[in-house]
C-alpha cells in the first residue's frame, strides 16, 4: 500500500522573529504550530508523512525546520531556503544539501516585487546546485510570475520542479483564462510538477467545491495525475477550511480517477519527486 503524503504543510513560531509576513492581523495564523498541533488531523486523515516547507526566507529558519524533522517521524522531508542571490552561500547550500532530510529550495517569489526576479542571471548558480544535487525547486508564484517561470524552467530542463498551489489563481476574482493558458505552456513545455494545494485560501469566504472546479479540472487536465501532488498548506489552510475539509474536497475531486492514479496525487508522486524513502 502506498504512502499516503501531504505535500505541504508548516510549522512556524513568531517568537522566532523572521516571519515578516507573520502579522497579529492574521489572527489565528499569529501563534506556534508545532507537530503536536498537526497530530490529530494526520491520523484523522489517515495521512503517514508530510513534507515541511519553510515559511521564513532565512538560513535560520531551514535549520530550525531541519532540527524538528529529526525529532518528528512524520516529517519526511524539508523545502528550505538560502539566498539566491548571493552565490558566495555555496558552502551554506553544500551544509544543507548533506542533510538528508533536506529536498528542496524555495525563494519566496510571490514576496519579490520585481516579476522577472526569477530571470536573472546570477540566480544561475542556485539552479544549478540544486539540479546536481537532486533538490527540487519549488515555485511560490503568482499567475504574473508564470512567463518568467517558463523561461527559467527552459533553461533547466533537468531540474526538478514543483508549482506551488497551482500559483495561485485569482479564483475569488473568476480569473482563469490567461492563468490557465500559462498552465497548460509550463505543462506542455516543462517537465513540472503542481501542487493540489493552496486553492482554499484564494476563493471568496463561503467556497463550495463548484467555486473550485474548473481551477482543478484544469491542472489535472494539463499536468496529469503523474505530475499532481496533494498538499493541505496547513495551517495557513484554516484561514478558509479545516485539514479535514480540504482533503475531503481534494479526494473528492480525484474520485473518478482510477485507484492507481488517486495513489500518484496523493503521495506516490511526492515520494518520487522528493525522495522520500518508507522508513
Do not use: N
Request: charged share 25%; net charge negative; with cysteine.
Amino acid at each position: 500500500m502506498s504512502l499516503r503524503i501531504d505535500a505541504h504543510q508548516h510549522y512556524w513560531d513568531p517568537a522566532r522573529g523572521d516571519y515578516g509576513w507573520l502579522t497579529p492581523d492574521l489572527g489565528l495564523l499569529h501563534r506556534p504550530y508545532g507537530p503536536d498541533d498537526l497530530a490529530p488531523a494526520l491520523a484523522r486523515c489517515a495521512i503517514d508523512r508530510t513534507v515541511l516547507v519553510q515559511a521564513a526566507p532565512t538560513v535560520a529558519e531551514t535549520d530550525w525546520l531541519l532540527a524538528l524533522a529529526d525529532r518528528t517521524p512524520s516529517v519526511a522531508g524539508v523545502v528550505g531556503w538560502i539566498d539566491f542571490e548571493r552565490p558566495q552561500e555555496m558552502a551554506t547550500f553544500e551544509r544543507l544539501a548533506a542533510h538528508p532530510r533536506l529536498v528542496g529550495l524555495r525563494p519566496m517569489i510571490q514576496d519579490i516585487a520585481d516579476a522577472a526576479w526569477i530571470e536573472r542571471t546570477d540566480l544561475d548558480w542556485a539552479f544549478a546546485a540544486m539540479t546536481a544535487k537532486g533538490l527540487v525547486f519549488d515555485a511560490l508564484t503568482l499567475p504574473r510570475h508564470l512567463p518568467h517561470l517558463l523561461r527559467r524552467l527552459s533553461r533547466h530542463p533537468e531540474l526538478r520542479v514543483v508549482i506551488d498551489h497551482g500559483s495561485k489563481p485569482q479564483i475569488r476574482d473568476g480569473a482563469f483564462d490567461d492563468w490557465a493558458m500559462w498552465m497548460r505552456r509550463l505543462a506542455r513545455e516543462t517537465g513540472a510538477a503542481v501542487k493540489l494545494s493552496g486553492l482554499v485560501t484564494e476563493a471568496a469566504p463561503g467556497w463550495t467545491g463548484v467555486d473550485l472546479a474548473r481551477y482543478v479540472e484544469l491542472l489535472l487536465e494539463a499536468f496529469g495525475p503523474r505530475r499532481m501532488l496533494f498538499g493541505s498548506d496547513w495551517p495557513v489552510c484554516l484561514l478558509a477550511s479545516s485539514y479535514e475539509r480540504w482533503i475531503e474536497t481534494a479526494e473528492g475531486f480525484l474520485a473518478h480517477l482510477d485507484e492507481r492514479a488517486r495513489a500518484d496525487v496523493m503521495g506516490g508522486v511526492a515520494a518520487r519527486l522528493y525522495g522520500l524513502a518508507k522508513s
